[in-house]
């Protein structure tokens, strides 16, 4: 892990997985940490997501080159700043679920993933590395729904593109909160977001497919705000939080 000590302060970022392993029938996150852990951290980038770029998730199968988390079209954005006071965060949660507008994850395996942030002009923050196992799936017509590229760019833009309407339709009846929390995102079932408020996963999903920021107001983020838990709530509106 590097971290800045400019301005004084030092920056960390730390990426943690929602889960260590999950099958191909369901959607992966992690969530991104930039944490002030010595003084005041001067501007820093609020851009913590992997649509406007100043984030970026890098993952590597072993035997090939490492891809990259990314949404399937340029997002051109003003650059946003914050400044993080002494064990104050910023914290984000981000899907991980295409290179683009193909699968991120095209077959079972073990997969290193590491983050990188640029922090400020100058300083880009590499993260810790973990590694996620996608295991077979329970459900292979779910795992074909989650390679087709209509469906990929559904969740991604948290709406219906093309097709993609019958397999959002199954894939939010997932036994999976994640994974049914992005569909219905897509297909805009904000009263279904409601009665999973309180769970972690169906917030992180919500904050990792509608960004603060990135995405402007939005009724599927106010439908889960009011319940969530304090560090549910920094994901969701960008603001930092105290450790």
Known sequence: ?????????GLELRLRLAAA???????????VELVAVGGPSGPVSARLNIVEGDLEIFVTQAGRPPVRAAWPWPVDSAPR?????????LVASVPLVAAGSAPLFPAPGRYELVAQFAARPGVTLESNREVLVRTAAADTALAADLRDRDVLQ???GA??????????????ASADTGTA???RLALQRT??????????????????LLPPGATGPDERR???APRASARDAAALSGRPLAE
């Open 1 to 9: 892990m590097t971290s800045d000590t400019q301005s004084g302060g």
């Open 21 to 31: 392993s999950v099958p191909l029938d369901r959607v992966a996150f992690a969530d």
């Open 81 to 89: 700043s914050v400044e993080l006071a002494p064990g104050e965060c």
């Open 154 to 156: 559904s969740l991604l």
């Open 159 to 172: 709406g219906v593109i093309g097709a993609a309407a019958p397999a959002l339709g199954r894939l939010a």
């Open 181 to 183: 929390t992005a569909a």
């Open 191 to 208: 009263d279904a977001l409601a009665e999973t408020a309180t769970e972690t996963a169906a917030v992180r999903a919500v904050a990792a």
């Open 222 to 224: 106010d439908a889960v």
